[in-house]
């Protein structure tokens, strides 16, 4: 799929964390699960503001592989926060490829470095945007397909 950023809008991280720093860097993170091995780490940021734009978000998980940084997971509840982080990430990224089934709706922004993924289920009012960087979410992918073939041998 071709990029569909807006020229000059593709990101290179989130809220001053650029794509691939170190966890040992950040003194404000908070993990909130780890998987064993290199597996990936979850934190939240200590005092991080839960808002965007007008949009008042439920939480804001930092997702790490190999103590990298390489995404954001953002939720938010209720049509009218859903509108307004919507309104933000459109007026920043540019208009997205859209997907629209009857009880939700799907934004994707595909990159040279960053995929974005925007979506909201209509019955319930939740809303979720992910955000990563595409150089570790592919080293990611391929270490946990390798996994899976060792485990099957």
């Known amino acids: 799929m071709k990029n569909n950023f807006k020229p000059g809008s593709e990101s290179d991280g989130f809220r001053g964390i650029k794509w691939g720093m170190d966890i040992k860097m950040l003194s404000d993170m908070e993990c909130t699960g780890k998987m064993s091995g290199p597996g990936p780490g979850f934190y939240i940021r200590k005092g991080d503001k839960l808002k965007i734009g007008e949009a008042e978000l439920i939480k804001i998980v930092y997702s790490f592989w190999r103590d990298k940084f390489y995404g954001v997971d953002i939720d938010t509840e209720g049509y009218f926060n859903w509108h ?3 309104e933000v990430v459109f007026k920043k990224f540019g208009q ?4 629209s089934i009857e009880s939700a709706e799907y934004n994707l922004w595909v990159g040279e470095r ?4 925007m979506d909201f ?6 809303g979720h945007l992910l955000i990563c960087y595409k150089e570790i979410t592919d080293e990611k992918e391929n270490y946990e397909k390798q996994k899976a073939v060792e485990q099957d041998f």
């Open 84 to 86: 307004n982080l919507q």
């Open 96 to 99: 997205p490829k859209e997907h």
């Open 114 to 117: 960053t995929n974005i993924l």
């Open 121 to 126: 289920d209509k019955t319930s009012e939740k």
